[in-house]
């Protein structure tokens, strides 16, 4: 659900209520000064929609090192002084002192990992707005819900918007490819010896479709880990891999267990990119996502110059002017140098 905001005027602030993506109304001023972040892509969508790291009080530790990983700790700098120590251990389960102590005007926590992770900081009287992932709508109404704590609600329906028309172009592109037309691809991450599979109901199921393809393991439901004989039977064309581990095209290039794979065979094997967040989950970015693969799957469809898209993309939400190395480095370009196809995306010499 898309928040809803009334507001009345409050100071230089406004004081309204704001409707979260568990469907809560809450209480809360706008712009917000102080906001705390335990979702992971949350932090970096969030400069993004309100244009500066200043208003980012607290964010997971998680999301400081995919920034120090990205471009996004070169385009905003004093990401490295926001305060990391908001979780107990890894994942969403928050330090409830520590957050306090950030005195924020709002927190922002999942509304879809169990009950007790968001309830610990309601108890706690903080100012707490749940969301929800999976999806393109709850990304969109992620955005919007940000946009209204920032007091950016028209700059954040811009960007709604630019993703649903790059969605429709794809669309538009590549809607009367048959079955036949579209490569079988499989999205993997490393799980310690093994692989895991993102099936159908996943987020990677979404953008394959939307990019011209068909999940290889849209059989299963979810990410479950795979054997190397699935992996065979499965026999994808591209594969996929995240930013989630450090699994590079050249690890399974040189698997002598995984040389009958036709992707691996045929050497269709990707890192996804890595901007201003990770494009494999959903984020501000993710029509960015979308372009590379449909390029890579579709590069007779799809002609676009995803370098110039890339530009045009980080200056509508950073105010930031790539340059050539700071786009090789997002394309993984010298990790993916190997792999079909991908001189296309290599600047112009």
């Known amino acids: 659900m898309i928040g809803v905001v009334a507001v009345a005027m409050l100071g230089s602030a406004h004081a309204g209520e704001l409707t979260d993506q568990r469907g ?35 964010m997971n530790p998680a999301s400081a090192s995919a920034m120090q990983s990205g471009i996004l700790g070169r ?21 409830v002192e520590a957050i306090m102590a950030l005195h924020p005007d709002a927190v922002l926590q999942w509304a879809t990992s169990g009950d007790e992770p968001i309830a610990m900081l309601d108890r706690a009287g903080l100012t707490v707005l749940g969301l929800r992932y999976g999806g393109q709508d709850e990304v969109e109404g992620a955005i919007m819900m940000m946009g209204r704590l920032a007091g950016q609600a028209p700059r954040a329906a811009a960007i709604v918007e630019r993703q649903r028309q790059r969605r429709d172009a794809l669309a538009a592109a590549l809607g009367a490819l048959s079955d036949a037309e579209r490569p079988r691809v499989l999205h993997l991450s490393r799980a310690s010896d093994s692989f895991a599979a993102a099936g159908r109901d996943t987020y990677s199921d979404f953008v394959i479709r939307t990019a011209g393809g068909r ?135």
């Open 215 to 349: 999940n290889a393991a849209g059989e299963i439901g979810g990410s479950r880990t795979v054997t190397l004989e699935q992996m065979l039977v499965w026999n994808p064309d591209v594969i996929l891999l995240g930013n989630f581990d450090t699994a590079t095209p050249d690890d399974l290039y040189r698997d002598p267990r995984l040389q009958g794979v036709a992707a691996v065979r045929d050497r269709r094997v990707y890192r996804i990119p890595l901007g201003g967040y990770r494009w494999d989950p959903p984020s501000h970015e993710s029509a960015l996502a979308w372009t590379w693969l449909a390029a890579l799957l579709h590069p007779a469809l799809v002609a676009t110059d995803l370098r110039a898209e890339m530009r045009a993309w980080y200056t509508f939400l950073y105010d930031h002017a790539l340059v050539d190395s700071e786009i090789d480095d997002i394309l993984h370009a010298r990790q993916n140098g190997g792999s079909a196809g991908y001189a296309r995306f290599a600047a112009a010499r």
């Open 24 to 58: 809560r109304t809450v209480a809360v001023a706008t712009p917000a000064q102080r906001v705390v972040f335990l979702p992971m892509p949350a932090p970096s969508t969030y400069m993004a929609v309100d244009r500066s790291a200043a208003h980012v009080a607290g």
């Open 75 to 95: 385009i905003f700098p004093s990401f490295d002084k926001i305060p990391t120590g908001i979780t107990r251990g890894a994942g969403v389960v928050p330090n």
